[in-house]
């Protein structure tokens, strides 16, 4: 049962909307972290394929230095930077309740599956991967809505950059080299910049739950 | 021979224009059952006027000693520019009506700015009226002359005459009531009843008094001849473009006589026209003259909806 | 020497010469002299230069385009210099030479106040705006051009930023211009959706296939975009308090060129690129012009600010170049092509007119203010015996904006009742009432001009001073002076040789696009101006020449007569009483008679306070006062209504901010999800 | 309108003094001769100024009762005219009051020449009955230089009329 490329391509497909939809339930934000390096794992083997179908070694190179600043450095920062030294009491409370949670993801990816989107249908043929990249689109942005922590929220967005490089390799958009230098160098500085954010309101604000920001706004 | 007609066209209105005034004053003596002052006592008037020295404020700039002459040139041009006995030159360059009005426009802003020189109460209040009548007046002014020229397809006042001259009796509606707006513009550009009494000796109630309260000697002369001047200007205009029969087109002696005879005639029945006013109503108040005014710019409005 | 140098050179030349004068002037910011010197200098040369760039073009023709096409799709640097630009090119080159020359001492008494720099660079920056705006060719080059020049004026319009209704009239200025310019893009991207492309000359080829729907909208839109900047009636709020706020010689430049670039895109946009005007189109801006002409006229007769009062007026000069435009259009679409070439030519020369007399009434009235250091009419009186020439120059200016002969407001206004006249003898009654209303509203704006402009120099100029700070005043400095004697000399010259002048124009309409073979409308053989139909005839040489001549005669003859007769000088007469200064007209004294007039427009206020000795001793008062107000009727009617329905609106929609985060992302995440769903339908 | 035409032309001319009538003759005589005067001396138009200076209004009556239908000496070419400056005589009544004084002199000096001053009436002769009083400077010789004086308290408009012609003969003696 040797299984062939399209099907491990799909199969990987499949385990980034999982983790996408786990991202909403797990509780412990080390988990969380996890998840997205297994996510941006994914990504990084489908940016490898690519790289193979259109052999520029570039390409190789890109998908490397990509698997060591997602993998290794982002979740670095966000463990030990983060979660040991200011011992931050993380709180995953989120609005929606498990059960809603669900429902809700359940509606994106139906909405997705619908016929508003058969549309899309004309850009490529396998085109059940495209609709799964779409649909962790839409539920990473919803697990920013979704969370109050602003870690989490760090994360969500993480996780909607993997889910839309998927979506533009399943669209059939050739990943040049070039645009995923410009994104990892973009997310290299993002993480830096939201730990140190991070940081700063935890001191001001004692706690990194967003809804104690709400009296900021001027009557 | 034209030349003898050029001549007659330009020093007409300024040697007849005093003899009109006095025949007005004797009229309204008359109804005064006085015996009133010779109609020559005008030319008497000014002979004086220029015999005598003068006295001019400090106060006064160069406006207030060079008024009283751009106002007699300017009354001696527009005299010499309007049909008066012959319609000879139709292509006068000056006697295209909306030059006639802006040249009476320009005689009152100068008479108004000297009025207001001076610094005194009255003459300041003087130019302030006269140049809201003034403002008013205009529209009525253009209106009456514009509704002929389309009648006459041409806005020269000699073609006017012309092409109206020969006029059947039966379209004369419309130019019956232009000619009653162009009387009321008539009597309010040159300072009658009911706009404004010339014989007051009350400061407050003067409009065209006012402003020469200041002048005395040879500049009152100049401006009481040149006020002569602008009011046969009118009369001239409203008898030989409402009425132009009697206006020569030959140039030889006979003919000019005649026509000069019928002018003044045309222009004596106007002046007793205007004498009978003075004597019958009263002055009216001064914040009921502008409805006199628009309703003599409605009548010429209407018109001109009529002729076109 | 003149043909050498082609008409892009000298164009390109000003337009540097500009440049580095407004750097230059921010780097010489700190050594007040050496900025005014440089700033206005340079300006001087450039103005020169664009001089001779206007005069080529007007006379030998050479008309010229230069595309730099840039890397943003649809932006190309196109300028296309054609007459009609030229002319107004020659305009803002005239204007902007002098008020330059006369800002070179006009701007000495800001020396130690303000940073001269900052005015040398955005008045540069200004005219390069200026010029810019009337020859550039392509939609997105002239917003961009046209924000450069509306920001350089507000900057200048909040120079004296000591005063604190000045930065009020500024931001006031900033809003309305910039609603405008908001219009204006909505005109250009209707025109880019249906068209396809925003260059004029690609609009004007295929603007056949514009829906109906499409070409009335633009109108309309560009009718207000314009309208505010040129100040027509509903939209005027602004320039009366902004033109006062500027410095003289710029707000000299702003009310008599700025606002022309309204009247440049309405002539470009209508007449020329929508060729196929609607008759309605024409009414409408025919009953703006007549609403902008007799209400600025009414307005400027309420003012006791000088320079207000000559603002009101440009707003009522606009309505008479209003009065051009709209007969034009409307024989366009009764395609009339000779009387709407003629309405064209009289709106164009009305519109130089108006920048000449209009400069030199600013230019006097900027010399004014700066000896008095006051703006208010009530406080002069008797300026002529301090300040001669100014006094004659600005009489000159308040002769020819009055229209009244030997200056050029005569002839232009003559032009627009000729137009006028042939609009009445049109067929359509509709159409000839309206033309009859045009007709009456320009006859009393006439009139009462006139009674304005002796207000505003009787009240200023003549009998005695009325306060004591006028007797310290002395005549202004030469570069003032020699501003304003070219000036007024210019006003002369364009009312002597009107047929001349009006042939030029002529040449210019005939340049556009719709008017190619028209001509023959009128025979001006330098001396006399005729109209071909025979119906007017007029020679503006001739009635100076003999004017001239009789006074001439009639001063020596009675000087002949009379020459033995003394002058005694004596105080004026006023029944004997002592006279003080306070017993002569003041200007709201002088109009208060014209307001009660026309107080159903005005709506004039008068509240009487009276402050008694004691309390319950009602006889003897301590104080009296009166206070005469005229009710702003666009303020209380239009503007505040939609201002507060701006407002509420606006907190209504506050409530979006709740401050949670999560919430806004929410927001985002609806607005993306119903535009998937919209699209993939 | 048509009532007050019918009253005019009704009432009879008569009302004017025809010399045989009244046998007013000097009037008429007094008016001819003055005729002549004026006409020869300021050639057929005199202007008067009339200035009360304080007076008791008697004088004014009959100043203004030379102009009504009988007396009319508008006819001989003599009209009341609103300003000094455009006035050739000067007619004062009333003996000059303190506050008039000061206006009396800048009427004098508003007046362009040839002028002549006439005192009408006692009281601007020599203050009349309210002479030496505190109020009044005793006539107007006192203040501004006076040429003739037309007694009367109130002088009747036939004394008045033929002062005039004493006046202008008076004149023409010292022309010569």
């Known amino acids: ?219 | ?308 | 020497m003149f043909n050498l140098i082609s008409t892009q050179f000298s164009f390109f030349l000003a337009l540097l010469l500009l440049a580095i004068g407004a750097i230059g002037s921010l780097i010489f910011a700190k050594k007040d002299w050496l900025a005014n010197l440089w700033g206005n200098g340079l300006a001087i040369l450039a103005s020169v230069s664009g001089l001779v760039a206007a005069v080529k073009v007007l006379f030998f023709g050479e008309s010229f385009t230069y595309v730099i096409n840039s890397t943003l799709p649809n932006l190309s640097f196109s300028f296309m210099v054609d007459k009609l630009s030229a002319f107004f090119i020659f305009i803002i080159s005239l204007i902007a030479l002098l008020a330059s020359i006369y800002g070179l001492s006009y701007v000495k008494h800001f020396y130690k106040k303000y940073n001269l720099g900052v005015l040398g660079f955005f008045y540069n920056i200004f005219l390069a705006g200026m010029l810019f705006v009337v020859s550039a060719h392509n939609g997105f080059f002239f917003l961009i051009v046209w924000e450069v020049m509306s920001l350089a004026s507000y900057f200048l319009v909040i120079f004296e930023n000591k005063e604190k209704n000045n930065i009020k009239a500024g931001s006031l200025y900033f809003i309305m211009t910039h609603v405008g310019t908001a219009f204006i893009m909505l005109a250009f991207l209707l025109l880019y959706k249906t068209i396809g492309s925003l260059d004029f000359n690609v609009i004007k080829e295929n603007i056949g296939h514009m829906s109906l729907l499409s070409k009335n909208l633009v109108f309309i839109f560009s009718l207000i975009g314009f309208g505010i900047k040129a100040g027509i009636i509903p939209f005027h709020i602004w320039l009366p308090s902004a033109h006062p706020a500027a410095p003289t010689h710029v707000s000299a430049l702003m009310s008599g060129v700025m606002i022309k670039t309204g009247i440049y895109m309405f002539i470009r946009l209508f007449v020329e690129i929508l060729s196929g005007t609607e008759l309605w189109w024409g009414v409408l801006i025919l009953i703006i012009g007549i609403f902008s002409s007799l209400l600025g006229v009414l307005y400027a007769l309420t003012e006791h600010d000088i320079k207000r009062l000559l603002a009101f007026h440009s707003i009522e000069n606009i309505g008479i170049i209003l009065l051009g435009v709209g007969s034009a259009m409307i024989f366009l679409s009764l395609n009339l092509k000779t009387m709407a070439t003629l309405s064209l030519v009289a709106a164009l020369f009305h519109t130089l007119n108006h920048a000449t007399f209009k400069a030199l009434l600013f230019m006097g009235a900027g010399s004014v203010i700066s000896q008095t250091h006051t703006r208010n009419i009530e406080e002069y009186g008797g300026l002529i015996k301090f300040m001669p020439q100014t006094a004659f120059y600005f009489l000159i200016g308040s002769l020819a904006i009055s229209a009244l002969p030997p200056f050029n407001g005569f002839f232009s206004e003559w032009l627009t009742f000729q137009t006028i006249f042939n609009g009445i003898q049109i067929s359509d009654i509709f159409i000839k009432s309206i033309f009859i209303l045009a007709a009456g509203g320009l006859a009393f704006t006439g009139g009462l001009a006139a009674a304005c402009f002796v207000k505003a120099f009787g009240a200023t100029f003549l009998a005695r001073p009325r306060n004591e700070k006028v007797l310290q005043t002395k005549e202004s400095s030469f570069s003032m002076r020699f501003g304003m004697g070219v000036l007024a000399f210019t006003t002369l010259i364009l009312g002597i040789f009107a047929g001349v002048v009006s042939k030029i124009i002529l040449g210019v309409v005939n340049n556009l696009n719709g008017f190619q073979q028209i001509s023959g409308i009128f025979s001006g053989q330098g001396k006399t101006f005729e109209l071909s139909n025979g119906f007017a005839i007029v020679s503006t040489p001739m009635i100076f020449l003999i004017l001239l001549v009789v006074l001439f005669l009639v001063y020596w003859i009675v000087k002949i007569l009379t020459n033995k007769r003394k002058v005694k000088i004596g105080c004026t007469w006023d029944c004997g009483t002592k006279l003080e200064p306070r017993m002569e007209i003041t200007a709201t004294g002088f109009a208060r008679s014209i307001i009660m007039i026309f107080k159903g427009v005005l709506k004039p206020s008068k509240k009487f306070e009276v402050e008694y000795q004691d309390a319950d001793m009602r006889y003897f008062t301590k104080s009296r006062n009166i206070k005469l107000e005229i009710a702003d009727i666009y303020q209380v009617y239009f503007y505040q209504p939609l201002y507060n329905l701006v407002i509420s609106f606006s907190s209504y929609v506050k409530r979006i901010q709740n401050g949670i985060l999560n919430a806004y992302v929410a927001y985002i995440f609806l607005i993306l999800l119903i535009l998937l769903l919209t699209f993939s339908f | 309108m048509y009532k007050l035409y019918s009253k005019i032309f009704s009432t009879p001319k008569t009302v004017i003094p025809v010399n045989t009538l009244f046998g007013d003759e000097n009037v008429e005589i007094i008016g001819k001769k003055l005729q002549k005067k004026i006409q020869k001396l300021f050639n057929g138009s005199l202007a008067i100024r009339e200035i009360d200076t304080g007076s008791t209004n008697a004088c004014e009556h009959e100043l203004t009762a030379l102009g009504n239908a009988y007396y009319d000496i508008e006819r001989f070419g003599i009209s009341f005219v609103a300003s000094p400056r455009h006035a050739d005589m000067l007619m004062v009544t009333g003996p000059v009051s303190r506050n008039m004084r000061e206006a009396l002199i800048k009427t004098y000096e508003a007046t362009p020449d040839p002028k002549i001053i006439v005192a009408v009436g006692d009281d601007a002769i020599d203050g009349g009955i309210f002479r030496d009083s505190y109020a009044v400077l005793d006539g107007v010789d006192k203040v501004i230089p006076v040429d003739f004086k037309i007694p009367g308290d109130p002088p009747s408009p036939k004394t008045i009329l033929c002062y005039l012609l004493k006046i202008l003969e008076a004149i023409e003696e010292k022309n010569k």
């Open chain 1, 1 to 219: 049962m040797i299984l062939t490329l399209l099907q491990i391509i799909f199969f990987l497909e499949v385990l980034m909307f999982l983790t996408a939809v786990f991202m909403h339930l797990v509780h412990k934000n080390s988990s969380l972290i996890l998840l997205y390096q297994l996510q941006s794992l994914i990504v990084i083997i489908f940016v490898f394929s690519s790289a193979i179908k259109i052999s520029s070694i570039l390409l190789i190179f890109v998908a490397i230095l990509m698997f060591i600043v997602k993998v290794i450095i982002a979740p670095y920062f966000f463990n030990n930077k983060l979660i040991k030294n200011n011992q931050f009491k993380f709180s995953s409370s989120t609005y929606l309740n498990a059960p809603l949670t669900l429902l809700v993801i359940a509606a994106l990816t139906g909405l997705v599956y619908s016929h508003y989107f058969k549309s899309l249908t004309i850009l490529v043929k396998d085109v059940d991967n495209l609709f799964l990249a779409l649909a962790t689109i839409l539920i990473s942005i919803f697990l920013l809505i979704n969370r109050k922590g602003v870690l989490s929220q760090m994360v969500g967005i993480l996780s909607l950059e993997n889910a839309i490089v998927s979506f533009a390799f399943f669209s059939g958009l050739e990943v040049t080299p070039n645009m995923q230098i410009g994104i990892i160098f973009d997310l290299l500085i993002w993480i830096i910049i939201v730990s140190i954010l991070a940081t700063m309101i935890n001191e001001k604000f004692g706690t990194l739950d967003s809804t104690v920001m709400n009296n900021l706004r001027e009557e």
């Open chain 2, 1 to 308: 021979m034209a030349i003898i007609i050029w001549i007659i066209q330009l020093i007409l209105v300024p040697i007849l224009s005093p003899l009109f005034l006095g025949v007005i004053r004797k009229i309204k003596a008359h109804f005064q059952n006085r015996v009133g002052a010779s109609i020559f006592k005008p030319y008497r008037d000014l002979w004086k006027l220029f015999h005598k020295d003068e006295v001019i404020s400090e106060d006064a700039s160069w406006i207030f000693r060079f008024t009283p002459y751009l106002i007699f040139t300017i009354t001696i041009v527009l005299g010499a520019s309007i049909p008066l006995f012959s319609n000879l030159f139709s292509n006068n360059l000056l006697s295209d009506f909306l030059t006639v009005v802006y040249l009476v426009a320009l005689s009152t802003f100068f008479l108004a700015l000297a009025g207001i020189d001076v610094g005194s109460a009255f003459g300041g209040f003087g130019s302030s009226r006269e140049m809201t009548l003034a403002a008013l007046t205009e529209g009525g002014f253009i209106f009456s002359l514009l509704a002929l020229s389309f009648l006459a397809h041409s806005t020269n006042l000699f073609s006017i005459t012309k092409t109206i001259s020969n006029f059947s009796l039966f379209d004369f509606m419309p130019i019956i009531l232009v000619f009653i707006s162009f009387m009321i513009v008539m009597l309010c550009e040159t300072a009658h009843f009911p706009f404004d009494n010339p014989a007051t000796h009350l400061e407050l109630t003067m409009v065209h008094e006012a402003m020469i309260l200041e002048y005395s000697g040879k500049r009152l002369a100049l401006i009481e001849w040149a006020a002569a001047n602008k009011f046969l200007i009118f009369l001239s205009l409203g008898a030989n473009m409402f009425f132009p029969w009697g206006l020569t087109a030959q140039a030889d002696i006979w003919s000019i006589v005649l026509a000069l005879v019928v002018f003044s005639v045309k222009i004596l029945i106007l002046t007793t026209f205007v004498a009978i006013l003075e004597s019958s109503i009263a002055k009216f108040r001064f914040f009921r003259l502008p409805d006199l005014l628009f309703t003599a710019f409605v009548l010429s409005a209407m018109a001109i909806l009529l002729i076109l």
